[in-house]
């Protein structure tokens, strides 16, 4: 999904389409390392198709990136988002994405301490606040589509850094019943359970992420630190090993294909995934 356009053609044209390859542009410049020049695009998108959610919700997460510990202008891109797209306009996969990366920039502003949102939570400390305006957001993202599997998987890496760590569990569960073999979220996951100790446990959802997505390399990259963690060298030597080959695998084929998909589930993979991978943080 490229836009918030509801035409019915299943392929984008016009407007859409243009707004689809910048889109791509802008990932594609991110993904080899020019952040800023990707931020650049994303905003003359925002002004060229202030309707494009996936344009914007991007622009947002990029804004977060740049500037940590500031999430202000990037919530204040979701909120005008948010206003200009009424619930009742929205598909329920649209609404989703926009309300779950706002609860990723409210958590964003919780762990720093800043004011609340206008999420719609109620008053309190900066902090906890804006940490409560968030797991509503998560909260009414999955409201609006169950079946949205980075709105579960953000929501469970919010309470996974969080402590809540049967919650998080379950979340998890959810997200895996919406996308069995999402990467991400097994990867998440994983570190969950490294995290509590049930190493054999760890392992299992660390080999499954790495069998359905061989190029996924941040699986093979976190599963070679819980192993190097553990005392386990040359396993953790030969882990290391195949995130290197993933890594140039994936470089190869972002080069090769051409696809625009608006979707952010990165962002919620890390819409969240990445979040406290062990000093590896992924894209969130």
């Not at 202008?73 to 009424?86: F, G, K, N, T, Y």
């Not at 719609?120 to 957001?137: M, N």
């Not at 969080?162 to 919406?178: D, P, V, W």
Request: proline share 4%; aromatic share 6%.
């Amino acid at each position: 999904e490229a836009s918030t356009s509801s035409s019915s053609s299943s392929s984008p044209s016009g407007p859409d389409l243009d707004a689809m390859h910048l889109h791509w542009r802008a990932k594609n410049m991110e993904f080899h390392g020019d952040a800023r020049g990707a931020l650049a695009l994303l905003e003359e998108g925002v002004w060229r198709y202030p309707t494009n959610i996936y344009i914007g919700v991007s622009a947002a997460r990029l804004l977060s990136k740049l500037r940590p510990g500031d999430v202000g202008d990037a919530i204040a891109l979701v909120e005008r988002l948010h206003a200009q797209h009424p619930p009742a306009a929205q598909s329920p996969r649209d609404l989703s994405v926009l309300l779950q990366v706002w609860a990723t920039l409210e958590s964003e502003r919780g762990a720093n301490g800043g004011s609340e949102g206008t999420g719609g939570a109620g008053g309190g400390g900066a902090g906890k606040a804006s940490s409560s305006c968030a797991r509503e957001l998560y909260q009414r993202a999955v409201e609006a589509d169950p079946n949205h599997a980075a709105a579960w998987h953000g929501w469970a890496v919010y309470e996974r850094t969080r402590g809540r760590t049967a919650k998080a569990r379950r979340l998890f569960r959810e997200a895996r019943r919406c996308a069995p073999t999402r990467a991400s979220t097994l990867q998440a996951w994983a570190l969950l359970e490294a995290e509590d100790r049930r190493y054999p446990e760890a392992r299992r959802l660390f080999e499954e992420s790495t069998t359905t997505r061989p190029r996924h390399a941040p699986s093979w990259q976190a599963w070679a630190i819980m192993e190097a963690r553990l005392g386990n060298n040359g396993r953790a030597a030969t882990l290391f090993k195949r995130g290197e080959e993933a890594t140039r695998d994936a470089a190869r084929g972002i080069i090769r294909g051409g696809s625009g998909s608006g979707d952010v589930d990165g962002w919620g993979e890390g819409g969240e995934g990445g979040v406290g991978d062990y000093s590896m943080e992924g894209d969130k």
